[in-house]
Antibody
Framework: QVQLKESGPGLVQPSQTLSLTCTVSGFSLTSNSVSWVRQPPGKGLEWMGAIWSGGSTDYNSALKSRLSISRDTSKSQVFLKMNSLQTEDTAIYFC????????????WGQGTLVTVSS | NIVMTQSPKSMSISVGDRVTMNCKASQNVYNNIAWYQQKPGKSPKLLIYYASNRYTGVPDRFTGSGSGTDFTLTINSVQAEDAAFYYCQRIYNSPFTFGSGTKLEIK
């Protein structure tokens, strides 16, 4: 079945770069897109960006200057890198996948909490 | 960029009541809206896609409606397990902007 799992450091220092990995199973990255969504503690959801089946990317304009999404299809992994982290980037980071027909994000990882603190 | 505005921010409803929550897009998004339910400590769950279609396994007490800029999620005969945050989201075209959410509490 479709599964996504986020991994990465739980703690990042201010001004440093965040690197997260989403490892997927049950589907191919060359046929499906993967997005990253984050949620600060006690706050709402923010779509960060996506990597499409063909390898192109789209980003939230508010994060575009700091954010990079890439993938390794042979390892079924999607990567998020975001630089110049600040305390307001503390959040749960989710990777998620659209349904095949693009009906919405039906498949989600469990999320990983990233705390930005010195 | 399209802004999705949800109202109310929170509501407290008794079991068995009917509840309606709203989502307004800053420009025409046609029927390209999804609704999600999120419970504390959990990932969001897709409820409704393309404004009015229930996703697989979603109880029929959840109903979505609207088009253009104004959308509504209605829960008929609310159950205790419906206590959660509800988010609308623009789909089909990126950016896939979320609304700020509505918190549903059960009295």
């Amino acid at each position: 079945q479709v599964q996504l799992k986020e991994s990465g450091p739980g703690l990042v220092q201010p001004s440093q770069t965040l690197s997260l990995t989403c490892t997927v199973s049950g589907f191919s990255l060359t046929s499906n897109s993967v997005s990253w969504v984050r949620q600060p503690p006690g706050k709402g959801l923010e779509w960060m960006g996506a990597i499409w089946s063909g390898g192109s990317t789209d980003y939230n304009s508010a994060l575009k200057s700091r954010l990079s999404i890439s993938r390794d299809t042979s390892k079924s992994q999607v990567f998020l890198k975001m630089n110049s982290l600040q305390t307001e980037d503390t959040a749960i980071y989710f990777c998620t996948r659209l349904t095949t027909e693009g009906r919405g994000f039906a498949y989600w990882g469990q999320g990983t909490l990233v705390t930005v603190s010195s | 960029n399209i802004v999705m505005t949800q109202s109310p921010k929170s509501m407290s409803i008794s079991v068995g009541d009917r509840v309606t929550m709203n989502c307004k897009a800053s420009q025409n998004v046609y029927n390209n809206i999804a609704w999600y339910q999120q419970k504390p400590g959990k990932s969001p769950k897709l409820l409704i896609y393309y404004a009015s279609n229930r996703y697989t396994g979603v109880p029929d007490r959840f109903t979505g409606s609207g088009s253009g800029t104004d959308f509504t999620l209605t829960i008929n005969s609310v159950q205790a397990e419906d206590a959660a945050f509800y988010y609308c989201q623009r789909i089909y075209n990126s950016p896939f902007t979320f609304g700020s959410g509505t918190k549903l509490e059960i009295k």
